[in-house]
């Protein structure tokens, strides 16, 4: 543990420097001036934080070990374990990528279809009604069963996790679509076709996007069951791994991994929404 | 058919430029939960290729419903409405309809919204020309690229407008379009309605609340009953355009119409 101690130490008082040089600056700078002032709150925040975070768990042990963990506990994680978490990043980067995309992928079609055919709907919709509140856990045994392998079963739960609620907001987003756009696409000789792909899939988009946020989170919230089929590696075997050994602190260093890269995720998806739902109002 | 002399300027597509339509006997039942509501009653209408026609009557008497089974958005109960001697089915591009709210695509740019009727018939690629016909026609060149949102209720009407002329239409079926503009703006639509009309050519039949608009657009106006509606009293007149509201003959015309639908004159 006190390996990061001095590291720590070295990285803080840099960033201590950092601003003390900052400081008197701050006003001539130009443009990255607004940005910083409007940050600054945070920056005293942040440096609160880890002050108080010091003082409860390595100084006067307030929140104990093994339990709690002092940041340069954490970094310590980050510096002796670093070329381990990178490789559980990559595999849970593979992972979510094709479960993601599988399950919105599927999740779309089949709320397409849902929204659009009654009797699609009549016999689909009871499904996904039970399917919807099941935990992913429950599925493990049956996954086991159907799929070669266990990355083709933690890839087909990731995909669950991301398709049910991409497939219930499309569904509710095609069926809602104003019924007098599609008299409009009838009378100038639409087929239903042409009213899936030109009428009801735009007009449903701004639910869809809906469903894709709600998606991304369930996707990352799944990761960690997803990952207890015998993977060897990946962020949430690594977590499991971890606190069966009560090494908490890796396991808190590798949940700050995790909440980072979804976090990362969300802008990308908001640029999406925002190039495919330009028409919307307030956007122009 | 003697209404070619009014041969478009545009080049349109072949084929009728305006359309006869005959109302034989058309009855029409809504299916409530449990009980069956009569909108029609046994209607019959006769409109000549090139007439333009007014349909006034008390609100919620059927009258966009009599539209609607003239599209061929829905079928008839009993009865049956020809479209130049055929029987209407099912909606074709030949028969335009514009509805009261614009219901343009809030995701498409006018022009795109305009394309929708070449774009599904797979004519956009030889014909994208008449788009912009078709925006010339109600002035809306420069807001092409605009999005819904963007337009006032007078542009989003005439953006409608194109969309159903795009397609040449030889009947256009126009159910209230002007029923929630500002006066100011109904009434340059009014004028551009019926400018339109002189230059392509087609039947028009027009469902309005406005005895007054019905006066300056149509040359024959057909009053409708309560519901279940039929045919309660009609009046024809050959007024030449453009028509003055002040117009004695409009004024007393006016006024047998007001007594037929019960109204104070």
């Known amino acids: ?284 | 058919m003697s209404i070619a002399a009014l041969a478009p300027a545009e080049p349109g597509i072949s084929g009728p430029i305006s359309m006869a339509i005959d109302v034989h006997a058309v009855s029409h039942r809504f299916s409530l939960t449990g009980s069956q509501l009569p909108v029609i009653e046994t209607l019959d209408l006769s409109i000549a290729p090139g007439d333009f026609v007014a349909l006034l009557g008390p609100s919620g008497c059927g009258k966009s419903t009599l539209l609607r089974l003239i599209a061929g958005l829905e079928r008839p109960t009993s009865g049956s409405i020809l479209a130049d001697g055929r029987p209407i089915t099912r909606p074709d591009p030949s028969r335009g309809l514009v509805f009261q709210d614009p219901t343009l695509f809030p995701w498409a740019s006018v022009w795109k919204y305009v394309a929708t009727g070449l774009e599904a018939r797979g004519r956009l690629r030889e014909e994208h020309e008449r788009v912009d016909s078709a925006l010339a026609l109600v002035g809306l060149e420069a807001f092409a690229d605009a999005y819904p949102h963007q337009l006032s209720g007078g542009m989003a009407q005439r953006a409608s407008l194109a969309r159903a002329l795009v397609n040449d239409p030889a009947l256009l079926l126009l159910d209230e379009p002007l029923g929630k503009l500002d006066s100011l703006t109904r009434l340059t639509l009014q004028a551009e309605l019926v400018g339109l009309w002189q230059r392509n050519g087609f039947t028009a039949l027009l469902v309005t609340h406005d005895v007054e608009e019905a006066l300056l657009l149509s040359s024959r106006v057909i009053v409708l009953s309560d519901r279940p509606a039929h045919i309660k009293a009609e009046f024809r007149f050959d007024k030449p355009y453009p028509r003055h509201r002040d117009d004695p003959d409009l004024v007393t015309l006016r006024r047998s119409i007001l007594a037929t639908l019960g109204l104070p004159t």
């Open chain 1, 1 to 284: 543990m006190g390996g990061s101690t001095g590291l720590f130490a070295a990285i803080t008082g840099g960033v201590a420097v950092l601003f003390v040089i900052l400081s008197p600056i701050v006003p001539r700078l130009g443009g990255t001036r607004d940005l910083l002032l409007h940050y600054g709150p945070w920056f005293v925040a942040v440096g609160v934080w880890l002050a108080l975070w010091e003082l409860t768990t390595a100084k006067f042990g307030w929140l104990p070990k093994p339990f709690f963990s002092p940041p340069h506990g954490l970094l310590n994680v980050y510096v002796t374990d670093g070329q381990r978490l990178l490789i559980c990043i990559g595999y849970t980067l593979r992972l979510w990528t094709l479960g993601f995309l599988s399950g919105i992928l599927a999740g779309y079609a089949i709320g397409v279809a849902l929204g659009w055919s009654k009797r699609f709907s009549y016999w689909g919709m009871p499904f996904l009604k039970l399917i919807g509140p099941v935990p992913a856990t429950a599925w493990i045994p049956c996954t086991f069963y159907f799929f070669p392998t266990t990355f083709g079963a933690s890839v087909f739960i990731v995909a669950l996790a991301s398709g049910i609620p991409v497939a219930i907001l499309t569904a509710s987003g095609v069926s809602s679509v104003n019924r007098t756009f599609y008299d409009v696409g009838r009378i100038l000789g639409a087929d239903n076709w042409y009213l899936i792909r030109r009428v009801a899939i735009p007009a449903s988009t701004p639910h869809v996007f809906v469903g894709l946020f709600m998606a991304l989170y369930y996707s990352f919230a799944v990761l960690v069951v997803a990952e207890m089929l015998g993977a060897k590696y990946g962020l949430g075997w690594y977590i499991q791994f971890q606190t069966a050994y009560s090494g908490y602190a890796n396991v808190y260093a590798a949940l700050i991994i995790m909440a980072i890269l979804c976090a990362g995720l969300i802008p990308l998806l908001f640029v999406v929404r925002d190039r495919l739902l330009s028409w919307q109002e307030g956007f122009i």
